[in-house]
């Protein structure tokens, strides 16, 4: 089936920098894209979510880039702390097929001090 | 709201022994979702319902996987019987059809010997 992501990475930053996690995604038809953020021990939980038809959205601290043309999805956290160490991960859903999210394997955050 | 619960949170069986696992999705969420997560295989959609039918098991492992719903505030995944290779933290996720966000509960972690 399709999947999203490939691999799971480790990213550290050092405390108060920027963070950007990537995510690739095969499902041309997906027109809707979540990223999570879960922490040790405990289920995933949302963040942010864009659709297809926006290229970026912004939240608290956080801003999802959507990259149609190349299938990819970023997710920048600005002024990283410590808290923000976790396994993120992106999960895309065509609504074409009901509710079906695609989760990617994830990257791991951590936040150095 | 307490959130989505599961129960319980840890379970060790022998191979062969049936497990159930128990969800309590969110009150007035009528979208209720089984996921497994592994290192190999991450996050997988095993079935999802809605108003208590299922409509989704293309997940399901295979037939010593079963799950049910029997009224609106509760389901069980029940695997008999349990495989070494069924080890892996088994989510239950809830919403209301109509939204995006899913809430994960905070998982039973499964370990088959």
């Known amino acids: 089936g399709e999947s999203v992501g490939l691999h799971l990475p480790t990213l550290s930053v050092q405390e108060g920098d920027n963070s950007i996690i990537n995510c690739a995604y095969s499902?041309?038809?997906?027109?809707?894209f979540i990223w999570y953020k879960q922490e040790s021990g405990k289920g995933p939980q949302f963040i942010i979510d864009?659709?297809?038809?926006?290229d970026k959205r912004q939240g608290q601290r956080v801003t999802v880039l959507l990259n149609k043309t190349v299938k990819h999805l970023s997710l920048q956290i600005a002024a990283t702390q410590p808290g923000d160490s976790a396994v993120y991960f992106c999960a895309e859903n065509s609504f074409g097929y009901g509710q079906n999210f695609v989760f990617g394997p994830g990257t791991r955050l951590s936040v150095l001090p | 709201d307490a959130g989505v619960i599961q129960s319980p949170r840890h379970e060790v069986t022998e191979m062969g022994q049936e497990v159930t696992l128990r969800c309590k999705p969110i009150?007035?969420?009528?979208?209720l979702f089984w996921y497994r997560q592994t290192m190999m295989r991450g996050l997988e959609l095993l079935i999802y319902?809605?108003?208590?039918?299922?409509?989704?098991d293309s997940g399901m492992p295979e037939d010593r996987f079963s799950a049910k719903m029997p009224n609106a505030s509760f389901s069980t995944l029940k695997i008999q019987p349990s495989e070494p290779r069924d080890s892996a933290v088994y989510f239950c996720?809830?919403?209301?059809?109509?939204?995006?966000?899913?809430?994960f509960g905070q998982g039973t972690r499964l370990t088959v010997v």
């Open positions: 499902n041309s038809a997906s027109d809707y």
């Open positions: 009150s007035g969420h009528n979208s």
């Open positions: 996720a809830s919403k209301k059809t109509v939204d995006n966000e899913a809430f």
């Open positions: 319902f809605n108003n208590n039918v299922p409509i989704d």
């Open positions: 864009i659709r297809s038809n926006m």
